[in-house]
């Protein structure tokens, strides 16, 4: 299995639920980066975690990092349509070392 | 505003054509990324620069190309070499491996 990888690879919730989806790699990192991805679209950058940080928030969305079991979570409370998307993480090893994991499509229904 | 363009948004290719893919930044970062991404999947680095006139190989490089003559431009060159060109091509850049990659809007590249 590869560096980044995402569970679940698919969620569904109501509206107004919360969604969490995790992240694990095998390797050190410098930093842990989760993206958003609208369908069609280019990917916008939620929220940077560094590998000295336990947990940062970003208005709904907060994410953990553990590095002792080399895992990250994006929690997104009181989801919205709005939130309908596929969410990556990326871990950065140094300069030259950025692997995406394959993501997790949320689907958010009214 | 500053930020990252790619052109064209669609693009089509023949058999045995190269194509250039184009991605432009104003953000005067340093560093410069393509990334390719098929449906249902996550993305894969190409090619990467972190300085002007210079580049390097990520994981699948084989049968694409890339220059870095200015800040600015990251061009890529699929060549006739790469087989399944089929995919959604996406342009980054950062400021420092500190900081977090800023997107274009991607190309999508169909073959004829």
Known sequence: ?110 | DGGITQSPKYLFRKEGQNVTLSCEQNLNHDAMYWYRQDPGQGLRLIYYSQIVNDFQKGDIAEGYSVSREKKESFPLTVTSAQKNPTAFYLCASRANEDQPQHFGDGTRLSIL
């Open chain 1, 1 to 110: 299995s590869q560096q980044g990888e995402e569970d679940p690879q698919a969620l569904s919730i109501q509206e107004g639920e919360n969604a969490t989806m995790n992240c694990s790699y095998k390797t050190s990192i410098n930093n842990l980066q989760w993206y958003r991805q609208n369908s069609g679209r280019g990917l916008v950058h939620l929220i940077l975690i560094r590998s000295n940080e336990r947990e940062k928030h970003s208005g709904r969305l907060r994410v953990t990092l553990d590095t002792s079991k080399k895992s990250s979570s994006l929690l997104i409370t009181a989801s919205r349509a709005a939130d309908t998307a596929s969410y990556f993480c990326l871990t950065v090893q140094g300069a030259q070392k950025l692997v995406f994991g394959q993501g997790t499509r949320l689907t958010i229904n009214p």
